[in-house]
């Protein structure tokens, strides 16, 4: 028993998550435990402890999650302005003369709110906040309403920019380079967030290709489930206001997303643009003074663009006098969109928009650090007990080599997201399998993407899926228990079929990396 300490010490913390005590502390109570009673046994050096102050710092100065809280901030913001609650309502009226038209709408702007907030919990609460109540008035069976909203909720999961996908990405390039330096390669190839956002794009968007057209299907195949058409049409002043309404959040996701893939900026970066974005909507949609945050998207545009094709930096030698001129006035810009900003972000306070924005975001945030430190005692106190080397052993010796062992780690990652948390499975079962895994081989994108969709599958499956937990919390009374679980079902296959075919075709998920990155 002694030299299994380490299954000892993932199986007890596995137990204490299962019963509820505070993650962060159930991580790192668990690994302070075990340590000392590995250094009793002499199976545990305790200068493995030492390095812990240090690996905490890194965390907390690594730029890579800092995207965590902007992202964060920027779908926070979205929500509480009720700019996503606009898109729901305004995508219904593009699709109002479709079969099942707000049925598409609840999976388009799923898809959107994805991109926005990246967080299943605040997607699924948001969509069946606003568009439950609708479905169920328009005559949609609880069954399939229920199912297309926590469907479409978690597909924060997979759309980038996902919260799950940066945190997968700083994993798994941690993991990916210690994999290359235990083969004996001391010049190891990088993997960043921006591959894994590739990776997942078309996936994503292949998967709420699928949800639109199971709901078209069942339309006409049972069309008792699903609302017959509107033959209300909205006039050409109602499709101009619509459009005025779809553009800005449609602009502000896809300008983030470009960037990133493009390489024309990084996570952090873009998430900042995103941010600030986010802002300038919330205090468009928000304040009777319309004036300021126009000012600041004008201005905020004209740097950006100016910077792409303009050499502005101060500290140059050549400077000349056009040049320098060109700096004076963008330095005169930055100081009327600075002085704009704080404008808008008093008008969000004035409305409590921006107190609630931050309250969320801390909280957040927040949890996704301690637990980070929480998951770095017990990845350190783990490995110092062997728990690489177990690790490995067990995965080579699963039947089928690399498919047996990819799809040994698929169905406990599968099996763990019914009782923990992305979060959790991210920081402490990823680091422990993903090494093995590559150095068998796998292409890291590729097992990127399919751990995001596994949890995102996971999330979904009766009883225990945390996507079924959120939105049980906010269906309404008359809507049973068990016409959530029947709800997902299909949409569960759905997912499954998305990991058989990205398991045949893994260009699915390589092909735009490779030439985007």
């Known amino acids: 028993m002694i030299e299994h300490l380490d299954l000892l010490m993932f199986a007890f913390a596995c137990i204490i998550l299962i019963l509820g005590y505070p993650v962060a502390f159930s991580l790192a109570g668990s690994a302070i435990l075990f340590a000392y009673l590995g250094d009793y046994f002499n ?40 700019v996503a609650e606009e898109l729901l309502e305004n995508m219904d009226k593009v699709f109002r003369k479709v079969r ?9 702007v799923g898809a959107l709110l994805a991109a926005s907030t990246g967080i299943v919990g605040a997607t ?40 799950v996908l940066v945190l997968l990405g700083d994993v798994l390039s941690n993991a990916y ?33 699928f949800y639109i057209l199971y709901q078209i299907i069942l339309s006409f195949t049972d069309p008792s489930s699903i609302p017959a058409v509107s033959n ?54 928000t304040s009777s003074e319309k004036l300021w945050p126009i000012i600041s998207a004008i201005i905020f545009i004209t740097l950006i663009i100016s910077s792409i094709f303009l050499d502005l930096r101060i500290n140059r030698v050549d400077t000349t006098f056009f040049n320098s001129f060109l700096i004076f006035i963008s330095l005169l810009l930055v100081s009327l969109f600075s002085f704009s900003i704080i404008k808008c972000l008093k008008s969000l306070f004035d409305n409590n928009v ?29 490995r110092g007990l062997g728990g690489d080397e177990t690790i490995e052993e067990l995965l080579l010796s699963i039947p089928g080599g690399v498919i047996g062992a990819v799809i040994g780690v698929m169905i406990a990652m599968f099996i763990l997201g019914f009782f923990l948390d992305f979060i959790e499975i991210t920081f402490v079962v990823v680091p422990l399998v993903a090494p093995i895994l590559f150095k068998m081989g796998i292409d890291p994108v590729w097992l990127g ?30 809507i049973k228990t068990i016409d959530i679980y029947k709800g997902v079902i299909p949409f569960i296959f759905i997912q499954i079929f998305m990991l058989l075919l990205l398991s045949i075709f893994p260009i699915i998920a390589t092909w735009l990396p490779s030439v985007l990155l």
């Open 100 to 108: 099942g038209g707000l049925g598409i709408s609840v999976s388009i």
């Open 232 to 285: 209300k049409e909205p006039d050409d002043g109602d499709r101009t206001n619509i459009l005025f309404i779809l553009f800005p959040p449609l602009f502000l996701i896809i300008s983030v997303l470009g960037s990133i893939l493009t390489g024309f900026a990084t996570p952090t970066e873009a998430a900042s643009v995103g941010a600030i974005g986010a802002i300038l909507l919330a205090t468009y949609k």
């Open 124 to 163: 699924v609460v948001t969509m069946g906040l606003l568009s439950l109540p609708t479905m169920l008035k328009k005559g949609y069976d609880p069954k399939i309403a229920t199912g297309t909203v926590a469907a479409a909720g978690t597909l924060g999961q997979i759309i980038p920019p996902s919260i």
């Open 354 to 382: 921006l107190s609630e924005t931050a309250y969320s975001t801390t909280k957040i945030t927040s949890m996704v650090f301690i637990i980070l430190i929480g998951a770095t005692f017990f990845s350190l106190v783990f």
């Open 449 to 478: 993407v399919m751990m995001a969709i596994n949890l995102q599958t996971s999330f979904l499956t009766p009883p225990f899926g945390f996507a079924l937990f959120y939105l049980r919390g906010v269906a309404p009374d008359s």
């Open 177 to 209: 380079q210690k994999s290359q330096l235990d083969m004996g390669v001391f010049s190891p190839e990088t993997l960043s967030v921006g591959d894994l956002f590739a990776g997942a794009l078309i996936p994503g968007v292949l998967l709420v290709c």
């Open 43 to 82: 199976v545990f050096p305790m200068q493995f402890m030492r390095a812990i102050p240090q690996r905490i710092f890194g965390t907390m100065t690594n730029e890579i999650l800092v995207a965590v809280t902007l992202f964060v901030f920027m779908g926070t913001m979205l929500e509480k302005s009720k």
